[in-house]
């Protein structure tokens, strides 16, 4: 008699984007004739620039001629492209192997497997509020007791807060964590770590032989050069980290699935050797993935080139002023607005004492603007909310005029 | 103090494909001028058609427009493709509902992560001799104890004998198992389970409520029309059974990574009712996966167009033939060979008393081919040897001549 994963009905029910819609889809029934102003899910808008089109279209013409033909390549990513991102990651004085580099088809999936390479008896440590399938993955992999919907977490995490106080990037725990998640730029806050809040962090890592899971899937979106791109700028890093990274955002990838992990030779934990690590993640790559597309990856290496890095550039340079328009329209009617310099999210502070819920929906119904509610992503997240850069210009400038003419605060 | 996932260390050692590439690497040493022929590794050789390569180019093209830029899709597919093969199926008599239908990135991640939705305790049986994933991804998550290198089995799993004397497909086992990996057409032996070999199956999963999880990936290579492409086909299958499909053989998708899975809402176990199953799978994709590249999706939908479909039955029927030249040719020396006929994979009985291994060096010495050895697969491939037919026409014949002109037997 099979049985399935017990661990799966341990996940909090609500799931947060299928509420969303469920509301908005409500509001519209109500008001068939309303137009509404997505500023909610951090999805890409943009087309792809020329020099990516073009990559992609030779990686299908490839796949046409008997000579160029390939099938399977290999799991871990085409030669070429783990050499290109090794000589992007040289530019910023960070020097890895290609083996240390494994392509996949995105962060997410990466984000969500790389805790299988770890037993189930390691304490997990997580930003509060946190991209929710840091915690989601390792509550299906058993290492959560329940869930306790009046303190809005997992027994047996810890979850470490992430306030105004703090500028939301918090210390590390007071907890001896085994494996620590830390996003930077952060989903949802927008905030980034400096060098020298990541440091606290390696130091930690190094001292009780903690791993840390660095997503660093919006470092693109930095525009301060004093702020590390990756973890790996700190010294100490290849010892404790590994970084997850991702062209969906920066490229326009998030349909066509490209990203990669780092997995540093010099990593060990207390029961490996150094190399164990990095060979587990190429064992579990080699069982549970086959390679990433290889048109994608042909759109990778185009990515990589000195026409894409020019002309992905401006497309997020395209967002990013899309994030300076929203966060001064907004702060011109006295919202209080995190984020949004070196990030493409905003992290808003909602007026008065309204939860996340209760601004979602005075949001909607007076200006039709959605955005996601800040505690959808921890219990820290309550009382703030959430708005992405991802839009036409045009439809982020309607949703601003929107918010400032009839939100009422 | 962070541990590893402790279950890796059980894995057996020796990987089949590394070690196979190692020996050919020593011959080509040693004899620097030979010419090596390859019917190892089942990777697909002709290009894609016309046909495909014009829905990928239209997936590329849509990707650089402001109007037909898309990101993030559904994480279970595009509704069009799903509902494509969904019309695939009704032809064959087997009614789907899209939400039935889960498109992935191939049939390998589908056949490594199926097991997650599962508990650690369930029983696990598999065909042996059997496709590497299946066993590996179990060992991995634990559901095995550790590996006999004696007998080359893993304590703790059901292995399934698969023999000349029951044609290479097993009874269902004795024990009450709760997982069973069933492959048909079958990777490595190319037998084809019977429409009645199938319901006992069904009929023991059904009695027990295990459920059988059957990867149908070369069904598109399936010659004789009284044999089920689809376990579906058999009564009572949607209640027991997870089907897993791909792209890859049959569109030449190897390297382009499309699949799909399918999670009847019929399907129920022990401690869940029926629908649960198909939903943990969801929730298993939006927290692990994000998606097939829109790009592959595009080429999906055009592999299942009129057009395509006739473009890449041409390829089979290429393949096909490859399949019968090195049939026809190994039986002219005398060798006895299985499968080939409803699949694109050899079963060879080594000739003597030679090892899988020993047979392997001795095709590699005397006539330069390459091939698989059946221990690979399981101890009930021992004394067998795997030939693929995926492969360039003249690089077939030639292998072929190679070993009836060469061959000490």
Partial sequence: ??????????????????EISRRVAAFQKENPQAKIYRLGIGNTTEPLPPAVINGLKNGVERLASLKTYSGYGDEQGELALRESLAALYLKRGVTLRPGELFISDGAKPDSGNIQSIFGVDNLVAFQDPAYPVYVDSNVIAGRSDSYNSESCSYAGFVYMRCSEENGFIP??????????????????????????????????????????????????????????????EVDGAFECAIEINSFSKSAGFTGVRLGWAVVPQALSVEDSEPGELNRLWLRRQTTFFNGASNIAQRGGLAVLSPEGQVECKAVINLYMENARLIREGLQQIGLTIYGGVNAPYLWLKTPGSLTSWEFFDQLLSETQVVGTPGSGFGPAGEGYFRLSAFGHRADI?????????????
């Avoid at 525009?223 to 791109?229: E, I, M």
């Avoid at 918010?403 to 605060?409: C, D, E, G, Q, R």
Wanted: charged share 20%; glycine share 2%.
């Fill in 171 to 232: 210390e590390p725990p007071a907890e001896k964590a085994d494996l620590i998640y830390l996003c930077s730029p952060n989903n949802p806050t927008g905030a980034v770590a400096s060098h020298q809040q990541l440091k606290k962090f390696v130091d930690y890592a190094r001292k009780y032989r903690a791993v840390i899971i660095f997503d660093a899937a919006y470092a693109d979106f930095i525009t301060d050069p004093a702020l590390p791109r990756s973890i790996y």
């Fill in 1 to 18: 008699m099979a049985k399935i994963n017990p661990h799966y009905r341990k996940l909090s029910a609500g799931y947060l984007f299928p």
């Fill in 397 to 409: 400038e309607a949703a601003v005029a929107q918010i400032i003419a009839k939100l009422k605060i």
